[in-house]
DNA sequence: GATTATAATATCGAAAATCGATATCGAAAA
DNA sequence: TTTTCGATATCGATTTTCGATATTATAATC
């Protein structure tokens, strides 16, 4: 079986939506899956804590972890090479999806 | 290698983008690429041929093979079916990329 | 009417992404 | 020192994507 349109609608601007959010605060996986499973959306962890893997490693993401009542935590933050990809990227990802899409 | 993030954003809504095309007028494989060639953006023959056989095969799509100056064109519309999936899934990928992403 | 040219579609093996399930980690509590 | 638990990490299987190559069908050329 394949994907639903509206899944890989959501798969494909994933690492934008990480970069986005971890501009305006830390995130951890977990809190991220929850959050998006609260809009209806559901994302693997074998999906997601990759791509988090991915992005730190290419420098867009640094990680923190931290303990949080005995739990570690990862937090992310965006980077500055991750500040300047992200406005790159929201700015076309906006432009692609008026222009072809919704005019 | 991995793919870029604009590059997974257009796949992750390349579906819709085909299906809003063909409820607009009859789209064909080689003028649907070289359009979105000209906005800049690169797809393969690999991947967007199977994508207009899933799409008909799942009943949003059906094709009509003409000939035009000697070469066969295979063109795709929109069925009803089509239409309502994509109706569906614009307004949720609107959402979804608002909501999300631009607020 | 056989051969060549060509626009377009179709397919194939390899590489990459995703999934769901399971494993691991690390500190706190028992 | 064992158990518990929130959280991260990883694994084999499945699905998607790629780029290259093959195929198709007609028109033009000889």
Redesign the pocket.
């Known amino acids: 079986?394949?994907?639903s349109i509206i899944?890989?609608f959501l798969?494909?601007f994933?690492k934008i939506h990480i970069l986005y959010h971890a501009d305006k605060e830390p995130v951890?996986?977990?809190?991220?899956?929850q959050e998006l499973k609260r809009h209806g959306y559901?994302?693997?962890?074998?999906?997601?804590?990759?791509?988090?893997?991915?992005l730190e490693r290419q420098g867009y993401l640094h990680?923190k972890?931290e303990?949080?009542?005995?739990?570690?935590?990862?937090?992310y933050t965006i980077t500055t090479k991750g500040k300047r990809v992200l406005q790159q990227s929201r700015i076309k990802a906006k432009e692609l999806f008026d222009e072809l899409f919704e005019k």
């Open positions: 079986m394949s994907y899944h890989e798969l494909g994933i951890f996986g977990q809190a991220f899956k559901d994302i693997s962890y074998g999906t997601l804590y990759p791509i988090f893997h991915t990680s972890k303990n949080i009542k005995g739990k570690i935590r990862k937090y």
